[in-house]
């Protein structure tokens, strides 16, 4: 199994930054992509950022310039620096992995391995 631990969110003024942290663990071979959705109330759940191991990083057009994924191999861990935070980028965002778990049985990004949720709420 593995697991993906979220932290971070809660409430900000629009303009304001937001950090959130993932943590991966369990059974893991190889973590691929790792990367951030957001799903606001009566809306699909969208991709946010993704960042691949080797650093090559996909932003949606909408956070584009204000957010910044990185990721720390060694340790598993996935961040998400939020700036300039509006009122639209109100969601709940989860992490997610593309895995080849220890049984080598593979799962791409927004499968079988998601984070809990952590919310953000930008206040105008």
């Known amino acids: 199994q593995v697991q993906l631990v979220e932290s971070g969110g809660g409430l900000v003024q629009a303009g304001g930054p937001l950090s959130l942290s993932c943590a991966a663990s369990g059974s893991i071979f190889r973590l691929i992509h790792m990367g951030w959705y957001r799903q606001a109330p009566g809306k699909q759940r969208e991709l946010v950022a993704a960042i691949a191991s080797g650093g090559s990083t996909n932003y949606a057009d909408s956070v584009k310039g204000r957010f910044t994924i990185s990721r720390d191999n060694a340790k598993k861990t996935v961040d998400l620096q939020m700036n300039s935070l509006k009122p639209e980028d109100t969601a709940v965002y989860y992490c997610?992995?593309?895995?080849?778990?220890?049984?080598?049985?593979?799962?791409?990004?927004?499968?079988?391995?998601w984070g809990q949720g952590t919310q953000v709420t930008v206040s105008s």
């Open positions: 997610t992995a593309e895995v080849i778990a220890g049984d080598r049985l593979f799962s791409g990004m927004g499968g079988d391995y």
